[in-house]
């Protein structure tokens, strides 16, 4: 019997995928951004088709089926509602939506024909079944609770289903306008920070403030319900007629106008963060209790943007009624092209599944391209690159080396991962011991806010020595405290210090990975998953007794993260990282050939 092939598209709205299936097992997944170093591309995945199939060895001719992650009909009947709802209101935003939607979105079957070359079956699902898809289906779980979270698909907003063996039932749904994902937004845009981007800065920022408003946004925001359902006072928000998500009320309630993005932030935006992100925690909390007594089910399986806010997952596995939780790497909505697919497989061509005990169909996410030692040393030949090779383990012990020295390593090695988490494959690396690490990181590596946490990637094994978790957490989409005894406890000095004066007080004997509230978003990383990736780790435990790295995503402020050897090494040469491993080769700075920079590059970045 010949091979089955599915593809899963997502586009048009933000974070445009595809992903391939060979008779259910995930063979290639890729957002656009990263092959067209276009931010949050929403664009038709050209190059992330082009990728899957060739991954594959296939031709489009040879797919059985092409799904789309949603029901356009569906989403432009809730957009046509909304404006007649709300008319004369939303007539701009109606003039800016609507005629983009008769002329591309809604003939969606024209448009993958027309762009793929393709004239066989395309099917679709609901945005929030492709997001539950994505979350039972690969998960190490033969049956579990789902819960989907995130701003809007086509009406739902939220939703609750339970998955069994192959198959797949949504039990519930929260409808728009009433969403989590936009109250985390309105507070994001709020803030000064960038809609569907901006969201993980405001939770990053929240351990720096008191959750003083939370009393206000439940008393005028929302009317909370015990089973995690709300309803939004829509008095205070723009995104049902206009071209913002707040309004003037809101900014009435809250003391004054959204801050200007890149000001300074004040203890204000801190107290916001605070409180918006206590308030979500609340919400995904109820929502998982009713999950549970829905399905009576011990396993859960979360995804949707929602699914990213790493801190209530943490609370989730920690405070919540499930004994294991899992949660789909690619959440949001690239993560629809793989969940469609899944639901072909499944649903249409009625595929048994099988659950390995303890293992997801993930791949540990390392589902993008590669590139061979030829492919990388033909380009670094071609730049006049200074480099070394090195076999394993040499390569390992080297640049442990030089994490040990307090070196920050652009770490390039096998398949690039799938989602917005940097997972030991296209990554940025540093000593967690150093307490200057954060800093050097973020504002001369990153081009970033100062203020923004870094994770530990930690050996699986030694996970408990360090933090208050002992589980799986391949995907780092989970925030546990630092365990007590490194913890170093802060001055009476220290203490009454306020806001962004705290960053630069050690926590623990691993500062670069402590947040300010003693909290870290952990990586569990095993031999079987992430390979020379674990032998780094343990080549540096070895070296220093430490089985902990920083990990953070190996790209600047405002770009996707890194895809090619000439992505990597571009941004090597652009900021101040000591030392590049592209796959078997490692490039110090100082053997470079001069890097002359781009004008625009300078006035982005301000550099000198």
Excluded at 326 to 335: E, K, L, R, V
Excluded at 523 to 543: D, W
Aim: glycine content about 8%.
């Amino acid at each position: 019997m010949s091979d089955r092939y599915i593809l899963g598209i997502s586009a048009f709205y933000h974070d445009s995928a595809a992903a391939l299936l060979r008779n259910g097992e995930i063979v290639a997944a890729g957002q656009e951004e990263r092959f067209t170093r276009k931010k949050g591309d929403s664009g038709f995945p050209h190059e992330a088709v082009r990728f899957c199939l060739g991954e594959a060895g296939i031709a489009v001719s040879d797919l059985a089926a092409v799904g789309f992650y949603d029901k356009p009909l569906l989403k432009f009947e809730r957009i046509l509602e909304t404006y007649l709802g709300v008319v004369p209101r939303g007539f701009q935003s109606f003039l800016m939506a609507g005629p983009l939607w008769i002329k591309e979105k809604l003939y969606i079957d024209k448009t993958l024909q027309q762009e793929l070359g393709y004239s066989g079956p395309i099917l679709y699902s609901e945005h929030h079944e492709a997001h539950a898809a994505s979350a039972f289906f690969p998960s190490p779980f033969e049956q579990a609770a789902v819960l989907t979270m995130d701003g809007v698909g086509e009406w739902a907003t939220a939703s609750i289903g339970a998955g069994r063996g192959s198959t797949l039932e949504i039990l519930d749904e929260l409808h728009w306008p009433d969403s989590l994902g936009l109250l985390y937004s309105a507070f994001t845009y709020y803030t000064g920070f960038k809609v569907n981007s901006g969201e993980y800065k405001v939770m990053g920022l929240a351990p720096y403030g008191e959750p003083k408003y939370v009393d206000l946004i439940y008393k005028e925001l929302l009317d909370l319900r015990e089973d995690g359902s709300f309803r939004l006072n829509q008095k205070y928000f723009n995104y049902l007629t206009g071209l913002t998500m707040t309004n003037e009320a809101f900014a009435d309630l809250f003391g004054g106008p959204a801050r200007v993005p890149e000001s300074k932030l004040t203890q204000k935006e801190m107290d916001l963060a605070r409180s918006v992100q206590a308030v979500c925690e609340e919400i995904m909390l109820r929502m998982a209790r009713t999950a549970h007594k829905r399905t009576g089910s011990e396993n859960l399986c979360l995804a949707g943007g929602v699914a990213l806010n790493c801190v209530g997952n943490g609370r989730l596995l920690r405070e919540g009624p499930f004994k294991h939780v899992w949660i789909q790497p690619a959440s949001g909505d690239a993560g629809g092209a793989l969940g469609v697919a899944q639901l072909i497989h499944y649903r249409h061509f009625k595929q048994p599944r099988t659950v390995v005990p303890g293992r997801d169909a993930m791949r540990a996410s390392y589902l993008g391209p590669q590139f061979t030692p030829e492919q990388i040393e033909s380009y670094l030949k071609s730049v006049n690159a200074g480099y070394r090779r090195f076999s394993d383990p040499e390569r390992f012990d080297h640049v442990a080396g030089h994490l040990a020295d307090e070196k920050i390593v652009g770490w390039f090695d096998g398949r690039m991962e799938f989602g917005p988490r940097a997972l030991g494959a296209r990554s940025i690396l540093g000593d967690p011991r150093s307490p200057k690490m954060q800093t050097d990181m973020n504002i001369k590596i990153k081009f970033r806010e100062g203020f923004r946490p870094f994770a530990p990637s930690v050996l699986r094994e030694r996970v408990a020595d360090y933090f208050e978790h002992d589980s799986d957490s391949p995907y780092m989409l989970l925030v546990a405290p630092v365990k007590k005894e490194r913890c170093i406890p802060l001055t009476a000095a220290q203490h009454q210090l306020w806001g962004i004066d705290k960053l630069n007080v050690p926590r623990s004997d691993i500062p670069a990975v402590t947040h300010i509230d003693y909290s870290a978003r952990i990586q569990t990383v095993t031999p079987e998953a992430n390979g020379s990736y674990y032998h780094l780790i343990k080549a540096f435990e070895t070296r220093t007794g430490c089985p902990v790295v920083v990990n953070t995503s190996f790209n600047v402020r405002g770009e996707p993260i890194v895809c090619t050897p000439e992505d990597a090494y571009r941004c090597f040469m652009r900021t101040n990282i000591d030392v590049l491993v592209l796959g078997p080769f490692v490039l110090e700075k100082s053997a470079q050939p001069e890097w002359k920079e781009t004008k625009a590059w300078q006035d982005e970045f301000q550099l000198d």
